[in-house]
């Protein structure tokens, strides 16, 4: 690129206006790769709302890296790259609290958290750090709102992303979580005919929510807010069929106060009407192959045929979370509830369900998933401020990850 003696150029990190920044921003999304590059790449279509993957957190902001070039007084502006974060309170620790003349409770520990995602910049201003300077001034940003923990999920293979948050913003390797992706069949999935699911209203799914996962990792102290949220489509409750609660339901605190043997728990939220995966890349042939399993699935239901959705157009995701439960039959139950998500799925037209467990969790192993779909999440995590824990956990980086975590929706 040849520069002229009097060009002026100066980058500016500001705050996205969407009255005047929409396109220009639609336009780097565009030409940016979502995941590793290679013969196919993830392309997100964020419906028109680039602040839509942060809109539903307690608190949210997306910067611009604003290119300014000034030559002979004439000034020229493009934006360059984005940023989005957002800050909620959740769980990080637990500890024991002793009552007087009562045995000892367990109880959550929290932190407020800040999450950074959608850092993006355009292909042809790369290495002259700007995700450097748009990350920094998010942290600023973080750390003015008291966050005392910063954290960034990206696909453990993009060498490029793991390279500037570990080497260059000072973040260290956290959580190896997996997400597990299940295409949506032509065909719907049998449920287990011993399995009873009820959808819970919000309240009952908050009572048990805070009741069974208040002490586990990443539970959002607003689960309340996300139950109550638009997007989500509801959560439902796995019992044997053949239990009492399964034949009449009579509330969240009478059903833990007298839990049936073994229970499972889900809610289900609806990426769908957020934003819009399609993969690009492909041939004609792999495209046909796509589409001839998918019509037959559709003309032979009751062949029970495995079919890949639409996935080189527009296709949606409804997101698992909230799984868990207790007793011989959880794993069986959970599966159940899989079955029933992937029907609502398919009722809504959507493309996949996915779900995000650790790695060490039974449920890695339980839920049905595509290995060539799935892939292994990589957080990182940075220490902002030391004066904003509850000092009872000390730091959270040092500490060993539990057997599942608690997966909020709104930032998957």
């Keep these: 690129m040849v520069v002229a003696e009097n060009e002026v150029t100066v980058i500016i990190i500001r705050e996205f206006n969407p009255k005047t920044d929409r396109e ?9 790769e979502v995941g590793p590059s290679g013969e196919y790449s993830l392309h997100a279509d964020l419906l028109g709302d680039p602040v839509c993957r942060v809109r539903n957190s307690p608190a ?3 910067l611009v890296a604003e290119m300014v070039v000034t030559v002979d ?7 360059v790259g984005m940023i989005r974060g957002c800050i909620k309170t959740v769980t990080c620790g637990r500890k024991l609290c002793r009552k007087t003349n009562c045995p000892p409770e367990t109880t959550p520990v929290f932190t407020k958290l800040a999450y950074i995602l959608g850092l993006r ?16 001034r998010m942290e600023d940003w973080f750390k003015d709102n008291d966050a005392e923990y910063s954290y960034i999920a990206t696909d453990a293979t993009n060498k490029a992303s793991v390279s500037l948050f570990t080497g260059k913003c000072g973040y260290s390797k956290f959580r190896n979580p997996s997400v597990l992706v299940h295409p949506v069949f032509a065909h719907r999935l049998h449920i287990n005919q011993h399995v009873t699911i009820n959808k819970l209203s919000c309240l009952d799914a908050e009572v048990i929510y805070r009741h069974t996962f208040s002490t586990t990792e990443f539970f959002p102290r607003d689960i309340d807010s996300v139950l109550k949220n638009n997007l989500n489509l509801g959560t439902f409750l796995a019992l044997p069929k053949d239990c009492a609660h399964a034949m009449s339901w009579v509330g969240s605190e009478r059903f833990l106060s007298n839990p049936p043997h073994s229970w499972a728990i889900m809610s289900v939220w609806n990426c769908n009407d ?28 009751f062949l029970n045929l495995p079919s890949l959705p639409e996935i080189f157009n527009p296709f949606g995701i409804h997101l698992l979370y909230g799984l868990g439960g207790f007793g011989p039959s959880y794993l069986k139950l959970a599966r159940a509830l899989f079955g029933y998500a992937h029907n609502l799925a398919k009722k809504r037209k959507c493309g996949v369900v996915a779900t995000e467990v650790s790695s060490e969790d039974p449920l890695k192993l339980a839920i049905p998933h595509w290995k060539v779909l799935s892939f292994t999440d990589l957080w990182c995590i940075k220490r902002l401020d030391e004066d904003n824990s509850e000092g009872y956990i ?10 599942s975590f608690f997966l909020d929706p709104r930032e998957f």
């Design 24 to 32: 220009r921003v639609e336009h780097v999304e565009r030409s940016c």
């Design 60 to 62: 949210y902001l997306m």
């Design 73 to 79: 007084g004439n000034e020229t502006r493009e934006i």
């Design 121 to 136: 910049v355009s292909p042809t201003h790369r290495r002259i750090k700007i995700g450097l300077k748009l990350v920094c």
């Design 274 to 301: 957020v934003f819009k995966l399609e993969v690009k890349g492909a041939s004609w042939l792999k495209k046909g192959f796509v589409k001839t399993t998918r019509v037959l699935d559709q003309v032979f239901p």
């Design 394 to 403: 000390g730091d959270w980086r040092k500490s060993q990850p539990d057997i």
